[in-house]
């Protein structure tokens, strides 16, 4: 079972509850925090124990997958969520409310989740981020994750055009393994210089 809770200084790393909705929905409505994911901020509760049925109890109901409320140690009350996905991919994703931006919180928990998925044997990670969201990037490097391309995809939902930014870490011993999927996928694909 991967959904064991961690705990780092300042976090505690745990599973999303039916519990914590009103938690998600503190971080799922706010506009800036959801303008570079792929869905629309929520409007309500509903809407939010619609996302946590859709994208969290699935994957709890299955032994894989890693999904993690963000929770401060003082009050175990979710601010953010991080998470790795079983797909071929591996793809480390996250999220923060914003009043707890700038504090590091997402790369010490981001760090003990891939501390995680290595133990577990997954061979790499990746993750993207849209050109026009560095800071997200800039978590990638402090976790340990090094740029391989760029790509434009036509992104859904939210139907315009984004270069995203490719990030990757391996954990075995292939260092030179990047995943191509996006890379073949995408015409518009490119190395850029960083």
Not at 68 to 90: D, Q, R, W
Not at 105 to 130: C, F, M, N, Q, S
Request: proline share 4%; net charge neutral; aromatic share 16%.
């Amino acid at each position: 079972m991967n959904h064991v809770t961690l705990k780092t200084e300042r976090l505690i790393l745990r599973r999303i509850t039916k519990r914590d909705m009103y938690a998600l929905f503190l971080i799922l409505k706010d506009e800036e925090v959801n303008k570079f994911l792929p869905w629309y901020p929520v409007r309500n509760l509903e809407e939010t124990k619609e996302f946590y049925e859709e994208r969290y109890a699935s994957k709890y109901a299955h032994s894989q997958g890693y999904a993690y409320a963000i929770c401060l140690k003082e009050n175990n009350f979710p601010i953010g969520y991080t998470n790795v996905s079983m797909e071929e991919n591996h793809d480390f994703g996250y999220g923060l409310r914003k009043e707890f931006w700038h504090r590091g919180i997402v790369t010490e928990a981001g760090k003990a989740v891939i501390e995680k998925v290595k133990r577990d044997g997954l061979p790499y990670i990746t993750a993207t981020h849209d050109r026009n969201n560095p800071r997200s990037g800039n978590v990638m490097q402090k976790v340990g994750m090094t740029y391989c391309y760029s790509y434009e995809e036509q992104w859904q939902p939210k139907n315009f055009p984004v270069i995203f930014r490719m990030y990757q870490r391996n954990f075995d011993s292939n260092d030179d393994f990047v995943y191509k999927k996006y890379w073949d996928m995408y015409d518009n694909h490119f190395v850029e210089t960083l």
